[in-house]
């Protein structure tokens, strides 16, 4: 028996959940890079991890993000 669900989500949906999954994975692994260098004491590797020209970048795709989010769900709303 095949279930009669048609799979018609908006593009831009798509794109904000795999941008999402890509976003947190890489903040999961800046994560762990930060618990390990600690961990070993490599200064130079939390200096970087720390420093604010990353989390400005990070904050600026996490802000694209919710963007497309708001985006897809103003055209979702329309159709």
Do not use: H
Not at 7 to 32: E, M, Q, S, T
Not at 50 to 59: D, H, K, N, R
């Amino acid at each position: 028996m095949k279930p009669s669900l048609k799979d018609n989500d908006n593009f831009l949906f798509r794109w904000f959940c795999r941008g999402l999954k890509y976003f947190l994975l890489a903040l999961l692994g800046v994560a762990i890079a930060f618990v390990v260098s600690q961990t070993f004491r490599a200064d130079i590797i939390v200096g970087i991890l720390l420093s604010q020209f990353l989390w400005i970048w990070i904050a600026r795709i996490a802000i694209s993000l919710v963007c497309l989010f708001a985006i897809a769900m103003i055209i979702e709303s329309w159709s």
